[in-house]
């Protein structure tokens, strides 16, 4: 397959659950001159053929299956999008990526670093383009601090700490998420790989990793706490928490610097309203010159994310974050797991390609 001119990128989505959903709309507000409901979507797949269908609906000439293989050996489709539970999400974006279609997986993208690396041979080869799903990095809030950062406002990063959690609900401790066989961990593998990713994606990559995962609540043989402290080959630290007995929905992330700090709180919905709040250091010192930034509107970051997405396959450029992120973070998660005493997690035989939330 040409991978170098593709005008419009025509689209499969696998795992029609509530993330898959999220990505039928986003490719809707990300396609330029193709106004909702014409995305380029040909099929939709999931285990469950009521929900395939629902979902192809909001596609005109969209087709439902439940054998992702239809998907892999029609040659008019580019690109898949891949919303499946985590045990099935290296192996479907693996079959893709040998059959040459680029491919959009969400986070973590697998259930370790290993199975992200044969991916990465396999791309290698056929020369597509593959996306980790880390949508947090196209909030509004993640993007002004990017640009803040860049600009030089904080000078040179210091250090940064972060939390994010969540209470669960009733059952949370029987849902798919504690199930290592299908989930490779709990929540460090879950919201951690998030803050993980920030972080690097802040201060770069980190050479020492420390920390652990335990549970402390919920029933189940995954974690529900962790606790790390990640250093950079220059030192700079990212001090993380990640909880599902944080009963009170959270997101908050610090960038200091040694001119500024930058306060980021809240992802909207739940977590509240997102809001980023500049602190710049004055010569004198003392109490900073504070701005801040409220972002009311809904959440566009999984329609940045796609368009991001759609460009890296018009460009032919390396997705960021790619595999190599998605690697880095992996092995952050592994390490901890290991330092703490939870084992690697096997697949379970058979599909599960329907019915992640």
Not at 43 to 65: F, I
Not at 313 to 325: D, F, H
Request: glycine share 10%.
């Amino acid at each position: 397959m040409n991978h170098t001119s593709i005008e419009q990128p025509l689209f499969a989505v696998i795992g029609c659950g509530l993330i898959g959903r999220k990505r039928v709309a986003a490719l809707a507000s990300a396609s330029p001159g193709i106004p909702p409901p014409a995305v380029p979507l040909l099929y939709t797949c999931d285990l469950d053929a009521t929900r395939a269908a629902d979902l192809a609906r909001l596609a005109p000439g969209c087709t439902a299956v439940t054998d992702y293989q239809i998907i892999l050996a029609d040659a008019r489709v580019s690109a898949v999008i891949i919303s499946t539970l985590n045990a099935s999400l290296a192996p479907i974006a693996l079959a893709a990526v040998r059959a040459g279609k680029h491919v959009l997986v969400e986070k973590p993208g697998a259930l370790n670093a290993a199975q992200l690396r044969t991916i990465r041979g396999a791309a290698a080869v056929t020369g597509a383009r593959v996306r980790l799903g880390y949508n947090h990095r196209f909030h509004p809030a993640l993007r002004q601090a990017r640009e803040l950062i860049d600009a030089g406002e904080l000078g040179p990063l210091m250090f940064l700490r972060g939390r994010y959690g969540h209470g669960g609900r009733k059952g949370y401790d029987r849902e798919w998420r504690a199930d290592p066989a299908l989930s490779g961990g709990g929540e460090l593998i879950d919201q951690g790989v998030h803050l993980i990713d920030l972080a690097g994606w802040f201060l770069g990559e980190f050479r020492t990793i420390d920390g652990h995962a335990t549970t402390c609540f919920w029933d189940m043989k995954v974690d529900d706490n962790a606790f790390l402290s990640l250093r950079t080959a220059a030192g700079q630290t990212a001090w993380l928490h990640v909880s599902c007995t944080e009963w009170k929905n959270l997101f908050s992330l610090e960038i200091y610097g040694r001119d500024a700090k930058i306060a980021i709180d809240g992802l909207g919905g739940s977590y509240g309203v997102e809001k980023l709040t500049f602190y710049k250091m004055l010569p004198q010192m003392g109490p900073p010159n504070t701005t801040s930034w409220e972002y009311p509107g809904g959440d566009d970051s999984w329609a940045l994310e796609t368009r991001a997405f759609l460009d890296d396959i018009r460009l032919n450029r390396e997705p960021a974050p790619g595999l190599t992120e998605g690697i880095r973070t992996l092995e952050v998660v592994e390490e901890v797991y290991r330092k703490s005493g939870y084992l690697a997690a096997t697949p379970r035989p058979g599909g599960t390609e329907g019915v992640r939330d």
